[in-house]
């Protein structure tokens, strides 16, 4: 996440005070940090409550939906830290890469797994303490996710290099996943993790296919993530206000 706080003058110039941009101080952004802080809560909060209701933590934690929400919850704890300590902001690199996967998170959720007619439902009855854990992980903590990447985030810090580096987890998950239920005993329950996955309902030929669709459109997500933070507008508001009117072209 670049902060919309961050410096824009080229390395080598000067600030509106003369100093070197390099020594530009960025200033503390406390609502960055303090909804930087709730995102990773709640991401948090999401995994510690369906910690609690599991009564299998190895299979818990082959989800793709906990792995994700642990990045979240580790990359936005940093980016909070940084910028109410007036810290450079993390690289777009990693904080693309958490956008990236909450998003297939969510999406693959609403949209692939509770959705009947997509053929790889996992509709199923959940405990109170699964149904908030179940919100938080796969609701609230994309959507606070691109909150704040399109309103506290400065637009342009992913480059198109980026979309090809943060395939290489999602990649990687499918031989984890695939290893995994072949190391356990055929009719364990949650073998497999997700449907689009199993290969006793489609076989490795069916399942190359299904990776090959979901590789696909993983890609061309994170394709439209790059693109569209290239022509995003610059929202500016009281999160990224560092000094006072007419002091500096950056307010």
């Keep these: 996440m670049l902060d919309p706080t961050s410096p824009t003058t080229r390395p080598g110039t000067s600030d509106s005070t003369g100093a ?5 101080p960025e200033g503390r952004r406390p609502f960055a940090a303090a909804f930087r802080a709730l995102v990773a809560l709640a991401a948090l909060t999401g995994i510690v409550l ?9 299979r818990l934690f082959s989800y793709f939906t906990i792995q994700s929400n642990i990045l979240v919850a ?13 810290r450079p902001a993390l690289s777009p690199r990693f904080t693309g890469a958490a956008l990236l996967f909450i998003s297939i998170t969510g999406l693959v959720f609403h949209f692939v797994l509770s959705n009947d007619a997509s053929g790889f439902s996992m509709t199923s009855e959940r405990t109170p303490l699964e149904s908030i854990a179940n919100q938080l992980l796969h609701t609230v903590t994309p959507l606070a996710a691109a909150f704040d990447w ?6 342009g810090g992913f480059l198109l290099r980026h979309a090809v580096q943060w395939l290489v987890y999602p ?4 031989p984890f996943a695939l290893i995994r239920g072949a190391l356990l005993d055929p009719g364990t329950d949650g073998r ?10 489609h076989g490795y030929a069916g399942i190359a296919t299904n990776a090959v669709v979901f590789g696909l459109a993983f890609f061309g997500l994170a394709l439209s993530l790059v693109l569209l933070d290239r022509v995003r507008p610059h929202l500016r508001g009281p999160w990224n206000r560092i000094s006072s009117t007419g002091s500096s072209p950056l307010k």
């Design 74 to 86: 580790v990359t936005f704890a940093f980016s909070a830290h940084r910028a109410w300590t007036a």
């Design 20 to 24: 070197p941009a390099s020594a530009a």
């Design 192 to 201: 497999y993790p997700y449907p689009f996955l199993d290969v006793d309902l």
């Design 50 to 58: 369906d910690t609690i209701d599991s009564d299998d933590l190895g």
């Design 150 to 155: 399109l309103v506290i985030t400065a637009p």
């Design 171 to 174: 990649l990687l998950y499918l």
